[in-house]
């Protein structure tokens, strides 16, 4: 059966995809990369029909980019490297960076409660005797909800409920759906309460913490919680389900260490080339090692929900979701993101020094599948078991 929209002759999809081709050069030394990327990269816009995408990827330290569609409707402008885009929850993993960092100093333990580290004057809930840690919060293995229960907030300010005497509130009913580190559920709940845990150890703001400890040493000066003045010209604007344009939404300290990152191309690409160096003589060796480990693994689990989006979840790292190597596929990292009409993927092979990454501009379902689906399969294609 063929579908109008779908249906095109052969001749006009080929022509469409050597014409895309030839208008969006990437920039890599490595040619073959360059290539690959620009040849999924063109099949995914073709077939995923979003207004906007960006992939990028890394390997062996030299980097390609591939940008199609608009950034924002009626513009024209096909983003670039310096195209600014939400990354969602993709923070999280940022987020785990920054814990890595303040126990590797010793500021902190991975086994520290919550309760000491919070900061929050309530009496935080348990089951089984079993109390929260801040490993469970990383790890998605609270029992905490999906999110902070608040009234509907206006659509142009999304987020502004979400606070701390919100959260409070929350921990006074007892919200726990399981015992900690017994199951896994994801939780942006339990990722706003980590990120008021690292700020309060840490004496200054999550955000100042986040560029101090991660950003700066990386060199990504585009990666921010809020659009800086002069920076609305080449913001990517998301789109809902239906295709309508989405605010852009602030971003509340509350949410921060959970998603609501804006980066750029170059910003995620200097990140990922920095997690796929893993030379022993690397900066910030220990770190990484930290960073890459896994703390949790799903056999022995009693429940994992919302977590195998970009595959089976096999183990939880600091953020990230690990998938074991299997046949031909390596060891990968990997975590998505979704907000204000955007979505977001990156996958990391560490020990093949590849990694890949994807944003497109609108909440599409079946083009996110087909993204995630693309980005994996080019991370294997690149580093074959």
């Known amino acids: 059966m063929c579908l109008s929209r779908l249906c095109r002759p052969i001749a006009s999809a080929v022509s469409a995809l050597a014409a895309i081709i030839l208008s969006s050069p990437t920039q890599a030394e490595d040619r073959l990369l360059a290539e690959a990327l620009q040849f999924h990269g063109t099949i995914l816009y073709l077939t995923a029909k979003v207004p906007g995408l960006v992939v990028g990827a890394v390997r062996n330290g030299e980097s390609a980019f591939a940008g199609f569609g608009e950034i924002a409707d009626g513009t024209g402008k096909e983003p670039d490297r310096d195209t600014m885009f939400r990354i969602g929850s993709v923070s999280k993993v940022f987020c785990g960076g920054v814990l890595s960092s303040l126990a590797n100093e010793g500021k902190l333990k991975l086994t520290d409660a919550l309760q000491d580290r919070l900061g929050y004057d309530v009496e935080l809930p348990r089951i089984d005797a079993r ?36 959260q409070i509130a929350a921990l006074k009913e007892h919200p726990l759906l399981f015992a900690p580190g ?26 100042e913490l986040l560029k101090e400890r991660i950003l700066d040493p990386i060199g990504m000066k585009d990666t921010v919680f809020n659009p800086r003045p002069g920076d609305k010209a080449r913001l ?114 560490p020990t093949r020094g590849v990694g890949a990454f994807f944003v497109l501009n609108e909440f599409n379902a079946a083009a996110f599948e087909a993204a995630v689906k693309m980005t994996n399969d080019f991370v294997m294609d690149l580093a074959p078991r």
């Open 131 to 166: 109390e929260l840690r801040i490993v469970d919060l990383v790890t998605q293995s609270s029992g905490l909800p999906r999110e902070v229960p608040t009234p509907p907030a206006p659509p142009e300010d999304p987020f502004s409920l979400n606070t701390r005497e919100a």
């Open 236 to 349: 990517m604007q998301g789109h809902f389900f239906d295709g309508s344009a989405m605010p852009t939404a602030p971003t509340p300290v509350s949410i921060e260490c959970a998603g609501g990152l804006y980066s750029t191309a170059n910003d995620m690409l200097r990140w990922i080339a920095w997690h796929v160096d893993t030379k022993p003589s690397a900066a910030n060796a220990e770190l990484r090692l930290m960073n890459h480990a896994a703390f949790l693994y799903r056999d022995g689990l009693k429940s994992v929900v919302g977590l195998d989006d970009g595959g089976p979840m096999d183990a939880m790292g600091l953020g990230w979701v690990i998938t074991l190597p299997d046949d031909n596929r390596p060891l990968i990292l990997e975590k998505s993101g979704g907000l204000q009409g955007t979505f977001s993927y990156v996958a990391i092979a």
């Open 182 to 207: 017994t199951s896994v559920l994801y939780s942006n709940f339990g990722y706003d309460l980590l990120g008021a845990a690292l700020a309060n150890v840490a004496g200054k703001p999550y955000a």
